[in-house]
């Protein structure tokens, strides 16, 4: 009987320890926007598509002076 009182005594100290949390983290604005993040995805940004072709554009030039070097080296 008294590891029951023990574990209602665990559970409700980890209830209130959860409850104390959220509390804090609704207060700080955690959860103020619930609904952007979800949709985000579906929005086209230029500026990853510009920084992908300019990264595209670097990594050929690269490839470019390996061979180079390669070339060199026979």
Not at 22 to 44: C, M, T, Y
Not at 50 to 64: A, C, F, P, R, V
């Amino acid at each position: 009987m008294d590891i029951l009182y023990l574990m209602i005594l665990c559970s409700v100290s980890l209830a209130a320890v959860f409850l104390v949390v959220f509390i804090v983290n609704a207060k700080k604005g955690q959860f103020e926007d619930d609904e952007s993040p979800a949709v985000r995805i579906l929005f086209d940004s230029d500026e990853i598509k510009e920084k992908e072709e300019d990264g595209n554009k670097e990594s050929e030039n690269e490839k470019g002076e390996n061979n180079k070097i390669e070339e060199k080296s026979e």
